[in-house]
């Protein structure tokens, strides 16, 4: 077992290349082993792309070692034609004897179909080895697929004595609690999510623009909350290249195609309509970034997965509050002088 386990680490560390770049699909590393040596390798690049076991295969360069080898793969091969053809198929047409898998895939396209095709063709398949590391690399695929929404970050930046936004804000805009270095961590953390939220306080008071440009990388699909459609249409959310989709009570017509509305019933449960509304637009995961509000609704209604909380050095004394919730400590960090702290949903 402790040989595969090398092996699967190597799986995951090829996958992770692909964060931020493989939505709507999960992220796939594998490799492929002939004698204690690794042969090939490769991991999923882009939706509609060549997946990792393809491009693992693609990298041999002497083909006739793979019926002697054994492939490792973080997710349950596929087993059914997408954009690309099932790669079951292609583990069976190299005659690949040994299969080694992290974790099955919970799509119900896949779902232990593409182990059961390996299984018919006479392929020895070894599934689980470190499955709690294959789930956790993919748990933005995986709470979608099995909770029907996306994997929900929220992030805020506080004070010291416990304010994320002062009382009265002179001209400048935003008010920055965190340093420069923090700021280039969170739009790192942008170009991994597919999604980004903010309501329509937070647009009147910072006019962010929501993108990456202090990292390489995609930027987000904006989100934003407008219930009356207040945001003026020179706000930095509606004059970019990105997607932006606004929640709002009517629809609203934008001069920016790349903009459009939805209609959200406010008045109901605000995150869980919100949810259902980015499940149905094949949104994996997305980054609430505030403000107060819009954090503690999704908060109560207990729909959130991570948060991810820094502390600054400075104090307001008055103003907005830190959002008040409950989670399971799970890393702690500082950046220089700000303290970063994230929780898990204990649920």
Known sequence: MKIHEKYLKRCIQLAKNGLGTTYPNPLVGSVIV????????????????PHAEVNAINSVQDKSLLSKSTIYVSLEPCSHFGKTPPCSDLIIANKIP??????VDPNEKVAGKGIQKLLVAGIHVTIGTLEDECNELNK???????????????????????????KYKDEQKPVWITNQYSRQLVHKWRSEEQAILVGTQTVLDDNPSLNVRDWKGNSPIKIILDRQNRLPEESSVFNSEEKTIVFSE????????????????FDGNLAQEICNILFQNNIQSIIIEGGARTLQTFIDSNLWDEARIFKGKISFKEGTKAPDFSGKLIKKENILDDLLLIFRNHG
Do not use: M
Not at 98 to 103: E, F, K, R, S
Not at 141 to 158: D, H, M, S, T, V
């Open 250 to 265: 009517s629809k609203r017509a934008f001069k920016n195609e790349n903009c459009h509305s939805e209609i959200l019933n």
């Open 98 to 103: 040994n299969v080694v898998i992290g974790t």
């Open 34 to 49: 002939f004698e204690n040596q690794i042969i090939g390798e490769g991991w999923h690049q882009k939706a509609g792309e």
């Open 140 to 166: 933005r695929f995986f709470r979608f697929q099995q909770k029907r929404r996306p994997y929900i970050i929220l992030k805020w930046a506080e004070t010291i004595d416990g304010f994320i936004a002062p």
